[in-house]
């Protein structure tokens, strides 16, 4: 307690493992085992740290709706769909980032 467990320390190893799987051309060099792996890892050390995935309750319905609205309309090639359901969202304070499998969200602050 005296150096408040170590939080930057951890924050530090995390950020760390994060960006050594970045530099591995974003996930291109992981197969989807590995990515799913590397997920769930993060996402435990999250629940003590809470820095790292947003939560999606803290998301509302239509918010949800729309970023699956565009992940179906970029599976049918629709990217101009795609492209209108970004630009809706970014209004609402969404960003989203495109990967070689899924597509992240985060808020913008």
Same mark, same amino acid.
């Given at each position: 307690?005296?150096?408040?467990?170590? !939080?930057s &320390?951890? +924050? &530090?190893?995390?950020? $760390? #493992?994060? $960006?050594?799987?970045?530099?591995? &051309?974003? *996930?291109?060099?992981?197969?989807?085992r590995?990515?799913?792996?590397?997920?769930k890892?993060?996402? $435990?050390?999250?629940?003590? #740290?809470?820095? =790292? *995935?947003e939560?999606?309750?803290? /998301? @509302? %319905?239509e918010?949800?709706? +729309?970023?699956?609205?565009? %992940?179906?309309?970029?599976?049918?090639? @629709?990217?101009?769909? $795609?492209d209108?359901?970004? @630009? %809706? +969202?970014? !209004?609402? &304070? =969404?960003? +989203?980032?495109?990967?070689?499998?899924?597509?992240?969200?985060?808020? /913008? *602050?």
């Open positions: 307690m005296d150096n408040d467990f170590d !939080t &320390g951890a +924050l &530090g190893t995390v950020f $760390s #493992l994060i $960006s050594q799987i970045n530099s591995m &051309g974003n *996930f291109q060099t992981l197969n989807k590995e990515i799913d792996e590397a997920e890892f993060l996402k $435990s050390v999250d629940k003590v #740290l809470n820095v =790292i *995935f939560e999606e309750k803290d /998301v @509302d %319905e918010v949800k709706a +729309l970023i699956k609205k565009r %992940e179906e309309a970029r599976k049918a090639k @629709d990217f101009a769909m $795609s209108k359901i970004r @630009d %809706e +969202l970014l !209004t609402k &304070g =969404i960003i +989203l980032e495109d990967t070689a499998n899924r597509t992240v969200w985060k808020r /913008v *602050f």
